[in-house]
């Protein structure tokens, strides 16, 4: 990301609901491949940050997942 070229949106949000949302982005092509996702939150938990950066992240690591470890080389 450039410097200076984004400007932050920061707001209560759910954990769960971030990750829930994330996941969902994700799942078709983990799916293909056989892997199920899913997560284990116990507690409500909110975090202050910017929801759609937070997202753009943890679909990035999930991506960065299925490409070193799922696809054949």
Same mark, same amino acid.
């Given at each position: ?39 284990? $939150? *116990? @507690? =409500? ?6 929801? +759609?950066? $937070? *997202? @753009? =992240? ?6 960065? +997942? ?8």
């Amino acid at each position: 990301m450039e410097r200076d070229k984004h400007h932050f949106c920061c707001a209560p949000a759910s954990i769960e609901t971030l990750l829930a949302e994330s996941l969902l982005a994700v799942q078709d092509r983990f799916d293909k491949e056989g892997v199920q996702l899913s997560s284990d $939150i *116990k @507690t =409500a938990s909110f975090i202050h940050c910017d929801e +759609a950066m $937070i *997202k @753009t =992240a943890v679909i990035n690591l999930l991506e960065n +997942a299925y490409k070193l470890y799922l696809i054949p080389i």
